[in-house]
């Protein structure tokens, strides 16, 4: 015997589901406040709770927290509204399984729902998200961390809410991004990403919503925006703090209410796509700056992802070694020291640069050996390792993240050489050279930045005028390759 309660204020919606469940079998309880919870979960061992998120006089998430005390192998599901969908994600951070929105508009999927929940064990979905995460090349690692986040995302997949994903350069928005297009059910549809960074803003709202022949110079034929080719699927928004004002502005409509306009045309055109965007400055301190707009913030983050560093996942490491070196189709190995060295490194550019010290150790050591011990590893990973055999503490402080504006990210930067020139404790003169080398990437990078804009985008123009070469300009944007 399946026994479910159902605590719904709304005595309509109680009867209704109390009736539906009835009649496929199971046991129903039903109750109309937290006091009746209270009282109900007392009563018999429960195998699945339906609950309001509001009720007239208890908290959901605090029902949510008891029923997880008492009654810790119970399924949840969670009924919200649309105004009451982030508390619902909430739920789902505190365990609920699942949650369904009011009114309830297609019975046939709670139905499946509830059965999914009750005939299924854990196994299933768990060896669907390690199907998905493999074809997508996310590897989740053993820490609890990325897998209780990995769960998140694969829960919310379905939804049809926007997802805002943080998390510092390099560790794996992007391919978080493409993890949850393809659990969704979107995923026969395309996933296409736009970084708002590098585009000036004509050529970003080009790219977003199209534009008609003539519409600026240059536009010499019509042109569909990403907003038209990927309806139904997944538009990735990375930096989404670099869209400027006025493009935010457009972004909000579309998310409001569907719709967009090609540069250059009045018709209103609409599309059902669904917004996965990415930071790596914080946006709500954007919004206190005025940088971006909160209304935009509010719609992006129904959802918010937030990937910790690499250095708070170093268990993730060996899993993340083999797997590259298996993507690599090397036959290479990692000696204990060398992998001694890796974890202890603070990773500055998180996985990208773990993949970047992977592939230069196997081109390195190829043809010479079959385990790459620490000489084929970069000399910063060796000196950090000395700092740290010479029980040195790092005493320097995390850099303001925003590239949005060089001017304050040249001040804090001064301001911690001087800070660490006044410091008492010893300091590794490496670290310092580090901070040296990630002032020569910003400034390299806000030097490329302006000049795209300058050239409409036009890199080749771009490295040109800047006296570099494009696979320089790409290093500078961070597009991966080194330069
Ligand atoms: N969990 C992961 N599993 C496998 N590879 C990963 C993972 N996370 C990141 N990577 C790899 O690290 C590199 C950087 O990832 P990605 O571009 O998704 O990071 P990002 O956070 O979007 O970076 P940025 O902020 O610079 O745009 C890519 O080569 C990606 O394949």
């Keep these: 015997m399946i026994n479910i309660l159902i605590i719904d204020d709304e005595p309509e919606v109680g009867h209704f589901l109390s009736y539906l469940l009835s009649s496929k079998g199971y046991t129903v309880s039903l109750g109309g406040s937290g006091k009746d919870f209270y009282q ?30 008492t009654c810790p192998g119970c399924k ?75 769960m998140l995302a694969y829960k919310i997949a379905k939804k049809n809410i926007n997802v805002l994903i943080e998390g510092e350069t390099g560790t794996g928005k992007e391919v978080l991004a493409h993890f949850v297009h393809q659990a969704s059910l979107r995923s026969d549809y395309p996933f296409l990403a736009v970084n708002c960074g590098s585009l000036s803003e ?31 699927g997944t538009i990735f928004l990375d930096e989404i703090a670099e869209a400027s004002l006025s493009t935010q502005v457009k972004l909000l409509r579309v998310l409001e209410t569907g719709e967009y306009m090609r540069v250059g045309d009045e018709a209103v055109r609409r599309t059902n796509t669904r917004i996965v965007a990415a930071s790596h400055v914080d946006l709500a301190g954007a919004v206190e700056q005025k940088m971006f707009r909160e209304d935009l913030l509010y719609r992006l983050e129904v ?96 850099l303001r993240k925003s590239e949005k504006d060089l001017q304050f990210y040249l001040e804090d930067w001064v301001k911690h050489i001087h800070q660490l020139w ?41 490295a040109e005028r800047l006296q570099i070469t494009t696979r320089q300009l790409r290093y500078f944007l961070n597009e991966k390759k080194g330069g």
Aim: glycine share 6%; proline share 3%; no cysteine.
């Design 40 to 69: 109900l979960i007392r009563e018999r061992v429960y195998h699945l709770v339906l609950l309001d998120i509001r009720l007239p006089d208890a908290n959901g998430l605090d029902i949510l927290k008891e029923l997880k005390k």
């Design 76 to 150: 949840s599901i969670v009924m919200t509204g649309y105004s009451t969908i982030k508390t619902a994600v909430d739920a789902i951070k505190l365990g609920a399984n699942d949650y369904i929105e009011k009114p309830f508009e297609d019975i046939d999927e709670l139905e499946s729902l509830i059965d999914r929940l009750l005939h299924h064990n854990q196994s299933v979905n768990d060896s669907e998200i390690h199907r998905i995460a493999k074809q997508t090349g996310l590897v989740i690692g053993s820490g609890k961390e990325m897998q209780h986040l990995i």
């Design 202 to 232: 004509s050529l970003l709202e080009s790219e977003l919503f199209g534009h008609e022949k003539g519409a600026f110079t240059g536009a010499i034929k019509e042109r569909k925006g990403i907003f038209e080719i990927a309806n139904k």
């Design 303 to 398: 959802v918010k992802l937030t990937i910790p560093p690499l250095r708070d996942r170093k268990q993730d490491i060996p899993e993340l070694l083999a797997y590259f070196l298996k993507k690599q189709q090397s036959q290479l190995h990692f000696s204990e020291e060398a992998e001694n060295l890796l974890q202890h490194y603070q990773w500055p550019g998180n996985i990208r640069e773990l993949v970047n010290v992977v592939k230069r150790a196997t081109a390195l050591a190829e043809g010479e050996t079959r385990m790459i011990t620490s000489e084929y590893l970069p000399d910063k990973l060796r000196a950090a390792s000395y700092d740290r055999t010479s029980s040195r503490a790092s005493i320097i402080p995390a």
């Design 422 to 462: 006044a410091a008492e404790q010893d300091v590794g003169l490496d670290e310092i050279i580090q901070q040296v080398k990630e002032l020569e990437v910003r400034i390299g990078r806000a030097f490329v930045t302006k000049m795209l804009k300058e050239t409409m985008g036009n890199r080749k123009e771009a």
